[in-house]
Structure formats: C-alpha cells, structure tokens
C-alpha cells in the first residue's frame, strides 16, 4: 500500500505544522506515524527545507532547524525538541497517555536530555535519506 502523503500547511490552516528533517529515516517514519495517530487533522507537516518556516518561526535559526523537531502553533509559537514532543501530545487525542508523563513538573531536563541522544544518533537509527547530487552530510 503506497504511503499517504502529509497533508501540507496550506491545506490546513488552522492546524499546528510539525517541521521535520526530511533527511532522516527516523524523522520521516516518526512524522508518518503522527499523521496516522491525528484523526481529527490537527497537524500539518514541512519540510526542515521549506523556505516557508522563516515566515511561520522567524526565532528558529537554520541550525535549529537541523537539529531540533519543530511545532509551529496556529498563532505563531514555536516549540523545539523535548518542548515539541510536549506539545504534540497535548495536540493529539492519541497521545493522551503521554502527558501524565511528558508533564512531570521538574522534569523538562530530563526529556531534553533524552531528545538530544535520540537526536543525535537520529542517523544511525532511522538512515540517511539523500536525493540525487544533494546531500547535506556529503
């Protein structure tokens, strides 16, 4: 069965818009994966490349982008990493048994830290996905 596509920010516009390195494996299937959990089309999905993203989050710097899981919110607030994950599970029906958990007080640097092993490991666990005479890493 062919993948459905993600449903783009312009098709959405009230929806909060998930930004995703779309070189990783392991963004792209985690991404895939909250597009399946959201019945309701609260999320919309971009690109860490789409030129778009300084206009939704002017504060994110292009090395932000590449490091950090993005969430826009409909007024313009941006939530990166472990806040991100936060946010989505509040966004989410599907996630609702993460939010005792995600919400913890005290416990914010602690799932930063854990967001930042995944994140820099994303490579090795999901892939590289690279087109054609166009990849970041080389």
Same mark, same amino acid.
């Given at each position: &069965?062919?993948?459905?596509?993600?449903?783009?920010?312009?098709?959405?516009?009230?929806?909060?818009?998930?930004?995703?390195?779309?070189?990783?494996?392991?963004?792209?299937?985690?991404? %895939?994966?909250?597009?399946?959990?959201?019945?309701?089309?609260?999320?919309?999905?971009?690109?860490?490349?789409?030129?778009?993203?300084?206009?939704?989050? !002017?504060?994110?710097?292009?090395?932000?982008?590449?490091?950090? &899981?993005?969430?826009?919110?409909?007024?313009?607030?941006?939530?990166?990493g472990a806040a991100g994950v936060?946010?989505?599970?509040?966004?989410?029906?599907?996630?609702?048994?993460?939010? !005792?958990?995600?919400?913890?007080?005290?416990? &914010?640097?602690?799932?930063?830290?854990?967001?930042?092993?995944?994140?820099?490991?994303?490579?090795?666990?999901?892939?590289?996905?690279?087109?054609?005479? %166009?990849? !970041?890493?080389?």
């Amino acid at each position: &069965m062919p993948e459905a596509r993600l449903p783009d920010p312009d098709e959405r516009p009230g929806a909060d818009i998930v930004v995703y390195d779309d070189h990783c494996g392991l963004c792209g299937a985690l991404t %895939r994966l909250l597009n399946r959990l959201d019945a309701t089309g609260r999320l919309a999905y971009s690109a860490a490349s789409d030129e778009r993203i300084t206009l939704w989050c !002017p504060q994110v710097s292009p090395d932000e982008l590449g490091q950090h &899981m993005i969430v826009v919110g409909r007024r313009g607030d941006c939530w990166k990493g472990a806040a991100g994950v936060r946010r989505l599970s509040r966004r989410l029906p599907a996630l609702w048994w993460a939010v !005792p958990l995600l919400h913890v007080p005290g416990s &914010m640097p602690v799932w930063r830290w854990l967001y930042r092993q995944v994140a820099r490991r994303r490579y090795l666990l999901g892939g590289h996905i690279c087109e054609e005479d %166009r990849c !970041p890493t080389g």
